[in-house]
């Protein structure tokens, strides 16, 4: 099963960034982890800060791939070019944020993502993406 994680804007700064929000481990160390507890399975992951390169790769793997984790930060209050992408592929599409946007400032609320996801998980920190992962193993 082919499953590929992508990371938008400044989720390359984790672990440095608003630790007491998206805590203090890098990514790198967390997807080492998450791939030594889903050793079956094909794991993927792609960040990038610029909006074309995200759209780029969700279109590379979006007729492909079993499975997309998306987690595109920032852009998903204000994309609507994502959240076409998202809509025009035929991988389902788990949306995955590390904190709870619904509990924080009311613009990030707004999601341009959520009508075309399969699912969404936040608010679990990093183990989010391990809930996603769990949900595309569900059928
Ligand atoms: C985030 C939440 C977004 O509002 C924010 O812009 C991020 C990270 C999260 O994972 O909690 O950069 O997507």
């Known amino acids: ?3 590929q994680i992508i990371n938008g804007p400044n989720l390359n700064l984790l672990g440095l960034r608003e630790k007491d929000i998206y805590g203090d481990i890098s990514f790198d160390d967390y997807f080492k982890e998450l791939k030594s507890k889903f050793q079956n ?7 990038s800060n610029v909006e074309g390169e995200l759209i780029n790769k969700i279109q590379e793997v979006g007729f492909s791939f079993d499975g997309i984790i998306l987690n595109a930060a920032a852009y998903t ?9 998202v809509r025009g592929i035929k991988t ?3 949306e995955v944020h590390i904190s709870n946007t619904k509990s924080r400032e009311e613009f990030r609320k707004k999601s341009f993502i959520s009508p075309h996801a399969e699912g969404i998980i936040q608010g679990f920190g990093l183990y989010s993406y391990d809930l996603a992962i769990l949900s595309l193993l569900k059928d």
């Open 1 to 3: 099963m082919k499953i």
């Open 41 to 47: 399975l094909d794991l993927y992951h792609y960040q």
């Open 77 to 85: 209050h204000t994309s609507v070019g994502i959240s076409d992408a």
């Open 92 to 94: 389902p599409v788990i």
